[in-house]
């Protein structure tokens, strides 16, 4: 029987932290942010996407930073981790261990590099689907894995058994709203691009995928409380305002690294992205800090200052 599961709120594309060399895995503090983001009151936790810099990570770095995150989670909020790789066959693999961990779902994106045809892409995922009993998050962003999915291609995917949920990091709002208007009814459509991320919230998407909500969860999740639970949007226009040049600040370029050094300037450390990815300069940083100042932010007095 396929299992279901309800989705809903901030769901934090997590960050991976690293060693200060970036060699290993730092388990306690991907541990403790899982806590932290879990006390912050996301609605799930969702590891090893872009955010988390999956592509760097070798297949065992993946599943054991599954297995942390379950781990810590604890069954407070459900865990999606991203396993979707360059095959067929290896994202089977991962997403049966994901499962295998305890996860509750899991996200994947679509075959990247090859750009498949498009009767392959929907093989792929029954394949992956038929392999698994918990549910699938289709991950939609066109510009890491290539090519732009149709909203009547991504309806279609939706009759897939077990293609449960989408994240739309298109940054198309046509497209998502016309998903969340003509296919709705067959696949939850969550919101992937923070700067659309009110826009999304107003127009109906139940959650957002949002890796700001790293190092600001409070700010993320009152902004779905206001204006997706409450319907506020003139409180939530007021929230907006305080977090859309952050967001926009970090689709500017190196997301992930920006992210990371969010991390770092509200006193949690999660360590360097790896290369290529190299941490961000002293003036960005300084600009952030800033931005998190406006936003009213608390970030440790050496750098508040």
């Known amino acids: 029987m396929r299992k279901r599961v309800e989705l809903r709120g901030i769901l934090p594309a997590m960050v991976t932290p690293f060693t200060g060399d970036g060699a290993r895995l730092d388990e306690a503090a991907l541990a403790a ?133 989408i994240k739309d990091s298109s940054a198309d709002l046509v497209q998502l709203t016309e998903l969340l208007q003509r296919y709705g009814d067959r696949i939850q459509v969550f919101n992937g691009w923070d700067t659309l991320t009110f826009y999304g919230f107003a127009a109906g998407t139940p959650a957002s995928v949002w890796g700001a909500a790293n190092f600001i969860p409070d700010l993320c999740v009152e902004l779905y409380d206001t204006v997706y639970r409450r319907g506020d949007l003139e409180a939530g226009r007021e929230v907006w305002q305080r977090v859309w040049p952050i967001c926009r600040y970090l689709e500017e370029q190196a997301y992930a690294a920006r992210v990371k050094g969010g991390c770092e300037l509200i006193g949690h450390p999660v360590g360097p992205p790896r290369l290529p990815l190299r941490a961000v300069a002293s003036t960005d940083q300084a600009r952030l800090a800033e931005l998190l100042r406006r936003a009213e932010v608390s970030m440790p007095a050496a750098v508040a200052s």
């Open 33 to 165: 942010l899982s806590d932290r983001l879990i006390a912050a009151g996301v609605g799930g936790l969702i590891p090893c996407g872009s955010t988390g810099e999956f592509v760097s990570l070798s297949h065992a770095e993946r599943r054991r930073v599954t297995e942390v995150v379950v781990e810590a989670a604890r069954g407070r909020v459900p865990v999606v981790p991203q396993t979707g790789a360059l095959t067929t066959a290896e994202t089977i693999e991962l997403s049966r261990h994901a499962e295998a961990a305890g996860a509750a779902a899991v996200m994947i994106v679509p075959p990247y590099y090859e750009a498949p045809p498009w009767e392959d892409i929907v093989q792929h995922y029954r394949a992956v689907s038929a392999a698994i009993s918990i549910p699938i998050m289709l991950y939609h962003i066109p510009s890491a894995h290539g090519y732009k999915l149709s909203a009547a291609q991504i309806g279609e995917l939706a009759e897939v058994d077990g293609v449960d949920f």
